[in-house]
């Protein structure tokens, strides 16, 4: 049976902190598995390279729900995710543990009838968006995208798992590689509302 996530880790340095934020001073890799844990539950298993669980979601028996939670291996809520229904097409709010106020905001970017999948993340939540905030644009193929600086650095991307072996895996198994000195915690509370967004969990 093939493995889900890879067998080799890309980085020697890396530490969880007290605010539960994961950086290391290189990329990452993560193995993303679109199932919940939970049986017969709806949700995200996410492991590093060593083949351990970092991170979970648990939507239980709700699909695309409106409020969705992104938890650490322990079921400690990392950011709170809920979807704002204040606009015309809305937008995701993102909340840093039991914080108020939203940490970002993931906006339609304006590009409606084109029917791309573009998003803007928005920082601080600011009308406009300042130096740090962050664009998730969708590639080619089903399910893959990137998540980009305003100067269109990489900051993390997903795509298709693909395995060493002539297996192949499914739909439901994607790679997350992130760029070294990127909160990893942040980007997949990015990546949850994308794929809450895809309704792929």
């Not at 889900?4 to 890309?10: E, K, L």
């Not at 939203?102 to 601080?124: A, E, H, M, S």
């Not at 297996?167 to 994607?174: N, P």
Request: aromatic letters at 10%.
């Amino acid at each position: 049976m093939a493995r889900i996530y890879p067998q080799t880790s890309s980085s020697s340095c890396s530490s969880y902190s007290s605010t539960s934020t994961y950086v290391t001073t290189k990329r990452e890799i993560f193995t993303l598995w679109m199932k919940s844990l939970v049986f017969h539950g709806n949700g995200c298993a996410v492991f590093d390279s060593k083949g351990q669980l970092v991170y979970r979601i648990d939507n239980y028996n709700k699909k695309c729900s409106k409020q969705v939670h992104l938890m650490d291996l322990h079921g400690t809520v990392l950011f709170s995710l809920l979807k704002k229904k204040s606009s015309l097409f809305g937008h995701w709010n993102g909340y840093k543990m039991d914080e108020e106020i939203p940490c970002f905001q993931v906006r339609k970017n304006g590009n409606l009838l084109t029917g791309d999948l573009n998003y803007d993340v928005i920082f601080g939540c600011d009308n406009i968006a300042d130096t740090n905030s962050y664009k998730i644009v969708a590639l080619p193929g089903k399910l893959g995208f990137k998540i980009v600086n305003k100067e269109n650095r990489l900051i993390a991307e997903v795509k298709q798992k693909q395995s060493s072996s002539a297996i192949q895996f499914g739909d439901d198994v994607l790679s997350l590689i992130v760029e070294a000195n990127v909160d990893h915690s942040l980007v997949m509370a990015l990546v949850t509302v994308y794929g809450l967004i895809r309704h792929m969990l």
